[in-house]
């Protein structure tokens, strides 16, 4: 750990050392100018000494609409604002619960955060604790660039027994003006402070895309494979509650946990290919900008090119009446040098405004998108129970000792869409698309005989309407309707929309954003079909899940406020099923756990309200966000009641080069009966209503310098600064702690080349 600090820090000064050294030499070229599509490159004068065929710098990213391939702009991750947070499993604002170690499963707090199975979500629902590893298409960011650009990126603590590692690299280059490609690697490792908590992660993705004005197209190919080694959690929590009751104090790592020699693996493969073609016209624009029409336009082509010929022959007499003239008396029957500037001067605003501009319109898009996944789960367990110590499982389906629960599962999904495009006359003021999709699902699970595999085929047809608006200053809107069917009967739908209303008021806006969703949607399907050693279901009386929920935020300035509520009926989650098992070692009771499906037979209703702020004064800066969550049924949809995000700190700059923030953030929420995690299904599910535990009330505190120096940044941090032995409950899932205090240490660095 002192040689990797000590390594870093001499990487630091060196960056240090050379870029002031730049500075003094370059004049001062911004950061963030490097991404600003409107800045000109730098030039220098003949007498500077730097070569002036410099690099060309010029980057920018895009997402896209995952359905429909629209594009979206978008940000590079650049900003030194919560540099210090990216490695956060909790989230950059530390709205995630986990189960402690960089890379483990989790869940959001915010409800409306979570992903509950809409039409449009994959069946896979294994990745679902993952999403902050895994990129789909909609999070890809897709790039064009002047020059090959590369971003590293690295974060680190503890050592090798206990260390966490990310590394990410980016790389992003252009084939010209049209085509853009690149590829990310990303890279987790997170050895674990506790006994058997081990993660590794490893992503790897090709993009491409070709913007034309007639034709655009998105390639993706993502595959990822993550191993998460389970402990089911500590064997009893007053080893982090408790310690002095034990005769000698116990490290993290000598704290013995409820599994071993588990894992659960997940290979996850993605191609996407999103393309579309524009139908329209073109038109043609004057000097002015104006539009002419198109008969005036050929009109004006002819003369055009009548005016050019006219010149040709024009500038053939004049030569030739020069070439005869022999004295200067001659040449005073031609028109005065005065006189033949101001006819040039003429013709040539004449022919400027006969010169007309070809410009494409385009009126309809044909869009075609196709996404083929090929995703696998494998829970493997070589621990041996024995009549003495059973192991964390309640119910054994198989009968075999060690575990080899294989699910694979595989979609082929193709959309149809034809689009009429928005302002392509000045009365067409939305846009209008209509769409079909087709989707193959095939899953594959362990059957009753050992060795055996039972096989599922699904097929589903949507069909659906969009109307939008996202040009003009003061309104923008989009409603899209589905519906979609088995082939067996139709029954659900989506109708969903938002819009924003903006009023410029003293040289800011003030934004009100609503939005509404209201679906009848089918339970995802491995609430219905579910087939393992140590769980087993199925279920075909599952009702479908039929949900409101409207939303607004109003936002000004530096101070968002927003508010959001739904209603589930017929809400579907997985729970624990807890069988009491005597004591362990400590004497306190000890359990054994299964996991089933859970359907409410009524209405809950979730209500969601808070405000976003951010202040400043000089340089202090104090940024919090304050979220309130009330649920009808907290057995059902546990929340906590208040959730405190707050960053206070210091932002300001050394040599006025050196961006620097030092400063702590907080994460506090009152405590609740959080969701448990299972490692059988790979999922958090619902405490049993018998043995139930809160989590929370406890602040995390972290303190950080964070540094960006041009093209790199980098930070110090001490996470859970507050963290003591025996004091507070640092727990955000039943039975899984939290790391204690720990140096962390990050950069990321850009390269232009």
């Not at 004064?617 to 104090?622: C, E, P, S, V």
């Not at 025996?726 to 205090?741: A, I, K, Q």
């Amino acid at each position: 750990m002192k040689q990797t600090l000590r390594y870093i820090l001499l990487i630091i000064l060196y960056m240090c050392f050379t870029e002031l050294s730049a500075q003094m030499t370059l004049g001062g070229r911004s950061s963030d100018d490097i991404f600003n599509p409107n800045r000109e490159d730098d030039h220098f004068s003949a007498n500077d000494s730097i070569e002036t065929t410099d690099v060309p710098f010029g980057f920018y990213v895009w997402n896209i609409d995952a359905r429909f391939g629209e594009v979206k702009p978008a940000i590079p991750d650049t900003v030194t604002h919560l540099f210090n947070n990216e490695w956060d499993t909790s989230g950059k604002t530390g709205g995630y619960n986990f189960t402690g170690n960089l890379g483990s499963p989790r869940i959001a707090r915010y409800y409306f955060d979570r992903k509950n199975g809409s039409m449009q979500e994959s069946e896979f629902i294994f990745a679902r604790p993952f999403d902050f590893f895994l990129k789909t298409p909609a999070k890809q960011l897709f790039t064009n660039t002047k020059s090959p650009f590369t971003n590293l990126t690295y974060h680190e603590c503890g050592d090798k027994q206990n260390g966490e590692d990310t590394f990410r690299a980016m790389f992003a280059t252009n084939a010209g003006k049209k085509l853009g490609l690149g590829f990310n690697l990303d890279y987790l490792y997170g050895r674990g402070y506790y006994m058997n908590q081990a993660t590794s992660s490893f992503a790897g993705i090709l993009y491409a895309s070709y913007i034309d004005e007639r034709y655009k197209a998105h390639a993706y190919f993502n595959s990822s494979y993550l191993k998460i080694t389970e402990n089911g959690g500590l064997e009893d929590d007053a080893y982090i509650t408790q310690p002095e009751s034990f005769p000698t104090a116990y490290s993290p790592a000598d704290m013995p946990t409820k599994l071993s020699k588990t894992w659960n693996k997940l290979h996850l493969n993605t191609f996407y290919l999103t393309h579309n073609l524009s139908l329209g016209y073109t038109q043609y624009r004057n000097s002015k900008g104006e539009i002419v029409k198109r008969k005036k336009a050929h009109e004006n082509a002819t003369e055009q090119t009548s005016a050019q010929q006219a010149d040709s022959i024009l500038g053939s007499k004049l030569n030739a009446e020069f070439s005869r003239t022999d004295t200067i008396d001659s040449l005073s029957s031609l028109d005065s040098p005065t006189t033949l500037r101001g006819n040039m001067a003429a013709k040539t605003k004449a022919k400027a405004d006969t010169i007309l501009t070809p410009e494409f319109v385009a009126v309809a898009k044909v869009i075609h998108t196709l996404q083929y996944d090929f995703n696998s789960r494998l829970l493997q367990s070589n621990a041996r129970a024995s009549a003495t110590k059973p192991l964390y499982y309640a119910d054994y389906f198989l009968p075999t000792d060690s575990i080899e629960d294989m699910f694979q599962y595989t979609s082929v999904k193709n959309t149809l869409a034809l689009e009429m495009n928005e302002g392509f006359r000045k009365w067409v003021k939305t846009g209008m698309r209509i769409f079909a999709s087709h989707e193959f699902q095939h899953f594959t699970m362990p059957g009753k005989v050992v060795d055996s595999k039972d096989k599922y085929y699904r097929n589903f047809l949507s069909v659906g309407a969009q109307l939008m608006k996202n040009q003009g200053h003061y309104l923008h809107y989009n409603v899209l309707g589905e519906m979609r069917t088995d082939g067996k009967k139709w029954g659900e739908f989506c109708v969903e929309g938002n819009a924003d209303f903006n009023l410029p008021v003293r040289k800011d806006t003030i934004q009100l954003a609503v939005n509404a969703r209201i679906a009848n949607e089918q339970p995802a399907f491995l609430f219905t079909r579910f087939h393992g050693r140590s769980a087993w279901w199925d279920i075909d009386n599952l009702s479908n899940v039929f949900s409101t929920t409207i939303g607004a935020t109003l936002s000004y300035k530096k101070t968002m406020l927003f508010f959001k509520m739904a209603t589930i009926q017929n809400y579907i989650d997985f729970m624990h099923n807890a069988k009491a098992d005597g004591n362990n070692s400590l004497g306190n009771p000890k359990y054994l756990y299964g996991v089933g499906v859970y359907q409410a037979n009524k209405n809950v209703q979730v209500i969601t309200a808070g405000i976003d702020q951010r202040l400043k004064w000089g340089i202090l800066n104090w940024n919090t966000r304050l979220t309130m969550q009330l649920t009808s049924d907290n057995e059902i949809i546990p929340l906590p009641k208040l959730d405190i995000y707050t960053n206070l700190y210091i932002d300001f700059r050394i040599a006025r080069v050196l961006n620097t923030q030092i400063g702590a953030d907080m994460r506090y929420f009152t405590a609740y009966e959080a969701p448990d995690y299972s490692p059988i299904v790979g999922q958090y599910v619902l405490q049993d209503t018998s043995v139930r535990q809160k989590v929370g009330n406890y602040p995390i505190v972290n303190a950080y310098i964070n540094f960006h120096l041009k093209h790199t940044r980098f930070y110090v941090m001490m996470s859970h600064v507050n963290h003591s032995a025996g004091s507070g409950s640092p727990f955000l899932v039943p039975h899984y702690p939290l790391n204690e205090r720990v140096l962390r240490l990050g950069i990321s660095w850009n390269f232009f080349n």
